[in-house]
């Protein structure tokens, strides 16, 4: 691998890829309470000194015998005046994770200048759900955050981006995709998607042109922390019907992209799944949608676990620029 994930791996314990889901859901349980962990020291205190974080549970209407966690990121000096609103999802596959999963993320934007509120679902995790209602809890969190913003100190009319990390990028996608298609009222005005899922791979309904542009199956399948075959293994887990991964409302490659609002995606390099980003942001500018990407060599998947990296600290700066960047080019449509 290259330089940067060579520069982790000499310093810090190289990072255990699980076997199953129960090894998956532990190794990030670890990861996660370490990285908070890490708050209390430099340069890592900056992302709890500048932001606020708070957790409650709401019920949403779909759902309401369930308490969904939610976890509402503000700045520190929040003067109570209404600001721009995200609604974020944790990644780590469908089957894994939760808020701490991608924590650091989230304080990053905040904390490296973005005045924004950021309400970050725990949505329910297969196989203890099924796909359906896995996907169907992002889309009913979106609609929660638009009706409720304004008990979070939130204005969509500000800016209402969307976003998440790998899967919870998926489930983001998807929610712009379905707000388009479902929702009129919500005008949601960028997607945030870090390193995402944007196809049910293998399927051999993928058009050889795409194939062509997801390499990365096969260049990076030993790849460290994500590997093919653990990839495959979570795709499989959601057990969906072929006709439903192609579906454009459960996998957002196969959509149509028209009217979308702009999109940031940040691209790591040592993963099987970085074609999938890199393919759907093509496909977004040829639809038409202002779409800006980043790309970090040498990082492995869910690279914003590890904070002690180099270029994982530049990339809380970029991404803390591109949200604002978002909410600068809304789509004023």
């Not at 969509?156 to 981006?161: A, D, I, L, R, S």
Request: charged share 25%; glycine share 6%.
């Amino acid at each position: 691998m290259s330089t940067a994930y060579e520069e982790y791996s000499s310093k810090y314990r190289t990072p255990e890829t699980p076997a199953t889901v129960k090894d998956a859901r532990r190794i990030l349980e670890e990861r996660g309470q370490y990285n908070q962990s890490l708050l209390s020291k430099p340069p890592f205190d900056v992302l709890d000194k500048a932001v606020n974080v708070t957790n409650t549970t709401v019920q949403l209407p779909e759902m309401p015998g369930h308490d969904f966690l939610l976890r509402v990121y503000k700045p520190k000096d929040y003067s109570g005046s209404s600001l721009p609103i995200m609604c974020y999802f944790h990644g780590d596959f469908w089957c894994t994770g939760n808020a701490n999963s991608k924590d650091f993320g989230c304080r990053a934007i905040i904390a490296r200048g973005t005045a924004i509120i950021i309400a970050s679902f725990e949505y329910r995790l297969v196989p203890e759900v099924t796909w359906q209602e896995c996907f169907n809890d992002a889309e009913y969190a979106m609609k929660w955050v638009a009706a409720k913003a304004c008990t979070l100190g939130g204005d969509p009319t500000k800016g209402f981006p969307v976003g998440g990390a790998t899967a919870g990028a998926h489930l983001a996608a998807i929610c712009a995709i379905r707000a388009r298609n479902r929702h009129p009222n919500i005008k949601l005005t960028g997607q945030c998607l870090i390193v995402p899922t944007t196809l049910a791979w293998p399927n051999d309904k993928i058009p050889s042109e795409w194939k062509e542009r997801l390499k990365s199956h096969t260049e990076m399948a030993d790849a460290p922390v994500l590997n093919e075959k653990l990839y495959e293994a979570y795709v499989q887990l959601l057990k969906i019907p072929d006709d439903e991964k192609r579906n454009g409302e459960n996998f957002p490659a196969w959509a149509s992209l028209e009217g979308l609002p702009p999109a940031y995606l940040p691209m790591d390099e040592c993963d099987p799944t970085r074609d999938q980003g890199f393919l759907y942001a093509n496909l977004l500018r040829k639809a038409g949608v202002l779409t800006r990407v980043d790309y970090y060599e040498g990082l492995p998947n869910m690279f914003v676990h590890y904070a002690e990296l180099s270029t994982t600290l530049t990339a809380g700066y970029n991404l803390s620029a591109a949200v604002k960047w978002l909410l600068q080019h809304e789509d004023k449509k």
